[in-house]
């Protein structure tokens, strides 16, 4: 088995579960994080990436950090109502300022040029809207067989979370979706069937409190705002959407994961942004994704745990 650690980009729109993600891929020395990179979702690519500066400062991850497209390819961004993230797009506890200047490069840049300087392929880790991976896709081809695979949080095969039929990342921006999806990159998706059976419950909260360092007292202040926000509009825990996309990708036995045929919708006036699964292989289309079904919740949150102690020893 190679023990070479996985290189990884993290894409996103931190917001509280893009954060646990990036914290749980900081503490893990099976990921070798090379780059953040900011995309406009939850909250402004601005607020984006202050929040991707803040959060790197918080685990000590030094590496580039870029902001990437203000808006979605072709269409206005949606405006993502502050009361899910806050009006900083990550509200909650005081975080420490940021410990590095964003690149002067854009996001699509940075991605590219960490591609072209790394010596293996790399996985682009995708947790907001698809905007900057597309981009890369459309103006870089010459990268694309530097990229492993590309794991991303988005869609819903039974369900949307925005729409009756669209989940919010795919949503926001459909065509980067469409994008990716038709890109013949392999992709993992974690969309809606797994992340809402992630669920974080009051007790996880206190679990993750008390392990007592510096990182885990944040990341429970993050998951106590996430859960009231969710248990306000009726879900028993917070889902903890972001996360899973990493997760899958050092341990993936936890997972129910299915190999589907996945479409999405970019003009339908019900079901736009919709991530249209053949689960009965109807087309006879070859899968172009592994979709992320289920997840063992219970062991979810104890490796979550695990990794956050590693934070312990931080200098
Ligand atoms: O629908 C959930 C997704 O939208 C998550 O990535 C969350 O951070 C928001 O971006
Ligand atoms: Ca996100």
Redesign the pocket.
């Known amino acids: 088995m190679n023990n070479k650690p996985i290189p990884v980009i993290l894409d996103g729109?931190p917001?509280h579960?893009?954060a646990i993600g990036w914290v749980i891929a900081g503490a893990c020395d099976r990921l070798k994080v090379l780059g953040c990179t900011a995309v406009n979702?939850?909250c402004s690519v601005n607020k984006a990436a202050y929040n991707a500066q803040r959060v790197c400062a918080l685990i000590n991850l030094d590496v580039p950090i870029a902001k990437g497209q203000r808006k979605p390819l072709f269409i206005e961004p949606i405006k993502a109502p502050s009361n899910i993230h806050g009006e900083s797009g990550l509200d909650g506890p005081v975080l420490p300022e940021p410990k590095r200047e964003l690149e002067e490069e854009t996001a699509v840049e940075l991605m590219a040029r960490l591609l072209n300087e790394s010596d293996e392929k790399v996985t682009i880790v995708a947790?907001?809207p698809l905007t900057n991976v597309a981009a890369l896709l459309i103006t870089h081809p010459e990268v694309k067989d530097k990229i492993e695979q590309i794991s991303i949080?988005g869609g819903g095969i039974l369900y949307g979370?925005w729409t009756p039929a669209a989940?919010?990342?795919i949503l926001v921006d459909p065509d980067a979706a469409d994008i990716v999806f038709k890109s013949g990159l392999p992709i993992y998706m974690a969309g809606l069937d797994v992340t809402e059976k992630a669920l974080v419950l009051p007790e996880d909260v206190e679990l993750i409190r008390s392990i007592g360092n510096p990182v885990s007292d944040i990341v429970s202040e993050w998951l106590e705002f996430f859960y009231i926000f969710h248990k306000s509009i009726g879900y028993e825990g917070a889902p903890l959407?972001?996360p899973c996309a990493i997760m899958v990708l050092i341990h993936p036995e936890i997972f129910d994961i299915r190999d589907y045929y996945v479409e999405v919708e970019t003009s339908g006036e019900y079901t736009k942004g919709c991530t249209v699964a053949d689960v009965y292989n109807v087309t006879g289309k070859k899968s172009n994704a592994k979709c992320l079904m289920g997840v063992d919740r219970k062991k979810f949150i104890e490796l979550m745990a695990d990794y956050i102690r590693n934070y312990s020893e931080v200098k």
Do not use: K, L, R
């Open positions: 729109d917001g579960d893009d979702g939850n947790t907001g949080m979370n989940e919010f990342n959407h972001d």
